[in-house]
């Protein structure tokens, strides 16, 4: 049985699909309120917004206490301020990675968040204000002009891919993502 921080983070990580937007986007919508008061802010939240009490008091009390450093606001952290408009490629790849099997580990570090099944197999950075660099373990493949080696960016990985839209979250990626998933297995 889940832990209640367990429950609280699996939580944390359905927000978006569970109220059409993400933590950060929330806290950005509570900023512009005239309100400072818990109650006050989950009412507005599912009056105005149709959040439902769970997780508009989950958004009310990350907004009042952001400086938790459970593994979910580590991810919050990371694409805070001017990497906000990153965290649908973070979303979407998180999405596509987790119909790979039941057994796939999502590892939030203060910079990145390792994907671990029995060893890690990928990682994802937001690495600028513009890009999400993917981390692979894909030693024995080739490199290719969007598929390049490491290099100084992470020792962890031996290839890299460089996200600029969710758009780059596609087919390709996806495979090269599910090999390195299998190869860890």
Not at 17 to 44: C, E, N, P, R
Not at 77 to 97: C, F, H, R, T
């Amino acid at each position: 049985m889940p832990t209640p921080a367990e429950m609280a983070a699996t939580m944390l990580l359905n927000v978006p699909d569970k109220t059409g937007k993400t933590i950060l986007a929330w806290h950005k919508i509570l900023s512009k309120t005239s309100f400072d008061k818990h109650g006050q802010l989950v009412k507005y939240l599912k009056k105005d917004h149709g959040v439902t009490h769970g997780f508009a008091n989950l958004i009310v009390t990350k907004y009042l206490s952001p400086d938790t450093s459970s593994e979910s606001e580590l991810v919050t952290k990371q694409y805070a301020g001017a990497k906000l408009d990153l965290m649908p490629i973070y979303e979407a790849l998180i999405s596509a990675v987790q119909t790979f099997g039941e057994d796939v580990e999502l590892a939030p570090k203060k910079a990145y968040v390792s994907l671990r099944r029995k060893k890690q197999f990928a990682l994802i950075q937001p690495s600028t204000k513009t890009r999400v660099d993917v981390g692979l373990n894909l030693k024995d493949v080739n490199e290719t002009k969007r598929l390049e080696r490491s290099g100084s960016f992470n020792a962890m990985v031996s290839h890299r891919v460089k996200l600029s839209s969710v758009k780059d979250v596609n087919k390709q990626l996806i495979a090269w993502l599910r090999d390195a998933y299998e190869k860890a297995g």
